[in-house]
């Protein structure tokens, strides 16, 4: 299956406002490293109490005869479903158990481990997993051909547990660090996926008991991993029934306004296919004005037969709110491009933004900051639990302003700062206004100052600081930040894409008093009254993780976000086969579930 571009058509956002704050991003901070969250896998109630070495040997064959038989069977011929990388985990594995059989007891199969990793890698299609990338058939006909034999060779012994071993470094690996590559498919991704603790997570999740809720641990243990599950498998059901007819093209629409029967019948069939439900009846108006334009509009209405009424404008304002739409409970051109998405791209964005998910550390830290910003939202953690929310401004679509995905720790909050202009900002934005306006700098509370030896502008603090009265550092490659701003009124838009790469935060004071755990009063004085430019450092650093997904679950309900830098395109098309199942992979989950339930 693949899945149509919709890059220019479904979700254009026009960016091109009126200029109206500077907001650039200069840090010169020392930029020291500090990632925390490795990828582990969540302890919980598994226990350790698996070990292979405890037998000696399998139906009678020696078990220094199937390590050799094993070790053998690793030198040769990968299976074909296995990549390279899980090949490479695989042998690694079995280094570690002293080449060892894995799924084997005395008297044959450990039927509780192989049936809890069959069951973990039929359950893999939850994930928007390819199922393809499994070796599923070839487990399947050798585990039937051990069943089969009576006496079975080592050879075969071992070419079934190197083939399961596979299967299972295969689902690791995707489960842990994802099947894609974020460098691949223009993601501008720079959190480290951490490969090279793939291995360690494999040996612990294998020697832990029950083995299926130690392999679940290695999926992302969040809520909105887990929500996004749940929408997939829905999502694939409005796919399977055929996904929703796109609407005619037509005139714009706004409330009260009349359109034919067929269009106004198509539009509401199309928000409720979505889940939205549209109240109201579609055949008449529901304007009760006086006026002769209110008659006018009955009587259209009455001879088209239909009307874009308050039930369906209210519907279109949810559609807008859940597609990262300025919300205007209008039928446009945006909001009739994305009514149009395919229900199939839909289903695979959800796939992709699983994957995103899979691509950071399983741990985020104790307390930490995590940034969406599709979602124009920032929300910060402690033990696990949401303690803080804010609306955030981010970095607009166009001339590389867009907000890159990256993790660091934040050490710094500075208190009435100066915004030291970019250079790059300073040449292109500022010096053409001084050229046409010399009282400019100080209409602005701007100056010249001396950056080692460079003649430098910079924004004094104060009220129209284009950094507001607070910054939050967290020194990375991207000299980019979280900060106050003096234009409260952004937060009022639907879609905040304005600032050059930064981020602006809607509560800047809670934020402060969160991270420093000072109290309000404290903040509010060092905001206001405070030294200009004064660091503090946090008692502890914390994580800030800059994320990109545009398909997540807020109270409950679906939301896909805008793609603002159209980064979705790519990653849908190589996700593809895991949001929709193959032929090939149903029929080896069926051969395999046969199998598995002997």
């Not at 907001?23 to 490795?38: I, K, N, Q």
């Not at 959190?191 to 992302?220: G, H, Y």
């Not at 720790?409 to 010096?431: A, C, G, H, L």
Request: charged fraction near 25%; charge should be negative.
């Amino acid at each position: 299956m693949t899945f149509p571009t919709v890059r220019a058509a479904a979700r254009t956002v026009a960016f091109l406002l009126p200029w109206v704050t500077l907001a650039g991003c200069s840090m010169s901070d020392a930029d020291e490293r500090s990632h925390a969250g490795e990828s582990q896998v969540a302890e919980g109630d598994i226990g350790r109490g698996w070990s292979p070495a405890e037998i000696s040997e399998v139906k009678g064959i020696p078990i220094a005869t199937l390590r050799t038989a094993v070790q053998e069977r690793l030198k040769g011929k990968v299976p074909g479903a296995v990549g390279e990388e899980a090949w490479q985990h695989t042998r690694r594995l079995y280094a570690r158990f002293q080449q060892s059989p894995l799924w084997f007891e005395r008297g044959g199969l450990d039927k509780d481990r192989v049936e809890a990793l069959t069951n973990a890698l039929l359950n893999a299609t939850t994930d928007g997993l390819r199922i393809d990338d499994y070796p599923l058939r070839e487990v399947a006909q050798a585990i039937s051909m051990v069943r089969a034999t009576k006496q079975p060779t080592a050879e075969q012994l071992a070419d079934v547990d190197v083939l399961l071993t596979a299967a299972y470094a295969s689902l690791g690996e995707d489960l842990l660090v994802g099947q894609v590559d974020p460098k691949t498919v223009g993601q501008s991704w720079h959190i480290d996926a951490r490969d090279d603790n793939v291995d360690s997570a494999l040996v612990r999740t294998l020697v832990k008991q029950p083995l299926d809720k130690a392999i679940n641990a290695m999926r992302p243990n969040d809520e909105e991993y887990a929500a996004l599950q749940k929408e997939l498998v829905r999502f694939r059901e409005v796919v399977e029934k055929g996904g929703w007819k796109p609407i005619p093209a037509g005139k714009p629409l706004k409330r009260g306004q009349s359109d034919s029967p067929e269009r106004i019948a198509a539009l509401r069939a199309r928000l409720e296919a979505e889940g939205i439900t549209v109240a109201g009846g579609s055949q008449a108006s529901t304007s009760t004005g006086t006026d002769s334009g209110a008659s006018t509009s009955r009587r259209s209405s009455a001879s088209s037969g239909a009307v874009f009424d308050e039930g369906l404008a209210s519907a279109i304002a949810q559609f807008q709110a859940r597609h990262g739409i300025n919300v205007d409970s209008s039928l446009g051109k945006e909001t009739l491009d994305a009514l149009n998405v395919p229900a199939e791209y839909r289903l695979g964005q959800i796939a992709a933004n699983l994957e995103r998910h899979r691509w950071l550390p399983r741990s985020l830290g104790e307390r930490y900051i995590y940034v969406n910003v599709p979602a124009f939202q920032l929300r910060a953690f402690d033990k696990g639990e949401p303690v803080l929310e804010m609306k955030v401004i981010v970095g607009q679509e166009y001339e590389d302003k867009a907000t890159p995905v990256f993790s660091d720790s934040m050490e710094t909050v500075v208190f009435r700062p100066y915004w030291n202009v970019t250079p790059d900002i300073q040449t292109k934005e500022i010096e053409p206004k001084i050229a046409s306006n010399p009282g400019y700098l100080a209409e602005n509370d701007m100056e010249y100052w001396n950056d080692k030896g460079a003649r430098r502008i910079r924004q004094r603090p104060g009220p129209k600081n284009s950094l507001g009265y607070v910054k939050f550092l967290f020194p990375n490659d991207f000299n980019i930040y979280l900060h106050d701003t003096p234009n409260h009124e952004l937060f009022d838009k639907d879609v905040r894409a304005f600032s050059h790469g930064c981020i602006r935060v809607e509560k800047p004071a809670e934020l402060a008093q969160w991270v420093l755990g000072w109290d309000a009063s404290r903040v509010e004085q060092a905001m206001q009254e405070g030294g200009d430019n004064k660091g503090v450092k946090l008692p502890r650093k914390i994580p800030v993780y800059i994320a990109y997904g545009t398909a997540y679950v807020r109270d409950g309900q679906l939301y896909f976000g805008n793609d603002l830098y159209h980064r979705d395109d790519e990653l849908v098309k190589a996700i593809a086969q895991g949001a929709v199942v193959s032929p090939r992979g149903v029929q080896a989950i069926e051969e395999l579930k046969r199998v598995a339930t002997k």
